[in-house]
C-alpha cells in the first residue's frame, strides 16, 4: 500500500483528506512541515499532499527544503491551496510540484488526481530503474574487459566495490563527510567506482603481466593509468548528455593513487585537495592489494593490512577514514573471502 502524507495546519481540511483516502493508501495527518519532516526521518513517502499556507514554514519554504534533501527530493509533491492565481501556480511549478488541488476539494477528484500522479511517479521510476540498469551494465562490461587484460588482479574490481559500499554506509553512520555523500545517488555512485582502473587498457600487457617487480621505466608507464583512464571517460562523457555517474568514475580513475600528504601521483595533491571518492578508494584498493599474493610479493594477512593502513593514517590516507575503516575492517575481510 503507497503511503501519503497529508500536511496542513486546518484540522477540517486533514481529517477530509485523510477520510477520502484511508482505506487505499496509508496516510499519516500531519499538522505542520516540522511534523512532515520528523516523521520523514523514519518514514518516505510515496506522495506528499502539502498546504500552502501554514505557519512556521509554508508549503513553498517546505518545498524547498524537501528538494535540498537527497533523500526526500524525489517525492512528488502536490500543494493544497485555496489561493487560485497565475503567480502562485508558476511559483509551485518552478519548486518542482506536480500539481495542485484547490481547497475546498471534492473527495472524488483528489483520489482520481492522486491516483494519476502515483501511476505517473512509477512509470517515471520504472524507466529511470531502466536506464541505471544499462549505465551499470556498461560499466560492469567495460571494467570486466580491463580487469580480464591483466590476470594478476582477478577480482579486484568487484572487492574494491564491496568494500567502498562497506565504508560509505560507515561513513553515513558515523556522520562523516555525510553533507558531500548525501548528494550522491549511490546507487551510481558505487558502481562507478568499478572503472577506477580502466586507464590500464592503454598499459601494455607486457607490463601488466610481468611476473615481478617492474622497473622505474615500467612504473611510470603503469603510473599513467590514472591521466589515461581519466581521459578514457572523458571521452565517453563527451558522447552522452547524461555523464553525472561518470563524474564520479572520472574522480575514482584520476584520484586513487594521491595521498594524503602530496606525495602520491599523477597530481601530487594533498589533504582535502584529493575528491572524496579518490580518498576512499585509496583505501579499497591498498587494502586489495595488501591481502593478494602478486608475482613480486606474498598477500599480507588482514590484521597486517589493517596495521598498515592504520600506520599511514595521515600520510598515505585521509585519517578521517581510516577511522571510519577500522570500525569495518572485518567486514572487509569476510567480503574478501566471499568474492
Same mark, same amino acid.
Given at each position: ?73 524525489? $517525492?512528488? !509533491?502536490?500543494? +493544497?491551496?485555496? =489561493?487560485?492565481?497565475?503567480?502562485? #501556480? @508558476?511559483?509551485?511549478?518552478? /519548486? ?69 559500499? $562497506?565504508? !560509505?554506509?560507515? +561513513?553515513?553512520? =558515523?556522520?562523516?563527510?555525510?553533507? #558531500? @555523500?548525501?548528494?550522491?545517488? /549511490? ?153
Amino acid at each position: 500500500m503507497k503511503t501519503i502524507f497529508i500536511v496542513d495546519d486546518n484540522d477540517t481540511n486533514l481529517m477530509a483528506a485523510k477520510t477520502a483516502l484511508d482505506g487505499m493508501y496509508k496516510t499519516f495527518a500531519l499538522p505542520s512541515a516540522a511534523r512532515m519532516f520528523k516523521l520523514a526521518e523514519k518514514i518516505v513517502p510515496d506522495l506528499i499532499l502539502l498546504d500552502i499556507n501554514m505557519p512556521e514554514m509554508d508549503g513553498f519554504e517546505a518545498m524547498q527544503v524537501l528538494k535540498s534533501d537527497n533523500n526526500l527530493k524525489s $517525492i512528488p !509533491v502536490v500543494f +493544497l491551496t485555496a =489561493k487560485n492565481d497565475e503567480s502562485t #501556480e @508558476i511559483r509551485g511549478f518552478e /519548486l518542482g510540484a506536480l500539481d495542485f488541488i484547490n481547497k475546498p476539494f471534492s473527495p472524488p477528484v483528489l483520489i482520481k488526481r492522486i491516483e494519476m500522479h502515483i501511476e505517473t511517479d512509477k512509470l517515471i521510476k520504472e524507466s529511470q530503474r531502466a536506464v541505471r540498469d544499462i549505465h551499470n551494465a556498461t560499466i560492469s562490461v567495460l571494467a570486466d574487459m580491463v580487469e580480464n587484460r591483466d590476470k594478476v588482479t582477478g577480482g579486484h574490481v568487484e572487492r574494491t566495490q564491496a568494500y567502498l559500499e $562497506i565504508l !560509505v554506509n560507515e +561513513l553515513i553512520g =558515523k556522520e562523516t563527510y555525510t553533507d #558531500e @555523500i548525501a548528494s550522491w545517488d /549511490l546507487s551510481l555512485v558505487l558502481p562507478s567506482a568499478q572503472l577506477h582502473d580502466v586507464g590500464k587498457i592503454t598499459i601494455s600487457d607486457v607490463i601488466l603481466n610481468k611476473q615481478g617487480k617492474l622497473t622505474n621505466e615500467e612504473f611510470d608507464s603503469m603510473k599513467s593509468h590514472c591521466i589515461e583512464g581519466e581521459k578514457t571517460i572523458d571521452r565517453i562523457i563527451s558522447k552522452t548528455s547524461d555523464d553525472g555517474f561518470l563524474l564520479h568514475a572520472k574522480r575514482f580513475a584520476g584520484y586513487h593513487h594521491e595521498k594524503w600528504d602530496g606525495t602520491g601521483y599523477p597530481r601530487k595533491l594533498n589533504g582535502l585537495e584529493i575528491p572524496l571518492e579518490g580518498r576512499l578508494m585509496a583505501i579499497a584498493d591498498v587494502y586489495d592489494a595488501l591481502i593478494s599474493e602478486r608475482p613480486y610479493k606474498k598477500a599480507f594477512t588482514h590484521e597486517q593490512a589493517v596495521e598498515i593502513i592504520n600506520k599511514d593514517s595521515g600520510t598515505h590516507f585521509d585519517p578521517k577514514i581510516v577511522e571510519v575503516f577500522l570500525n569495518v575492517a572485518e567486514d572487509f575481510w569476510a567480503t574478501s573471502v566471499s568474492i
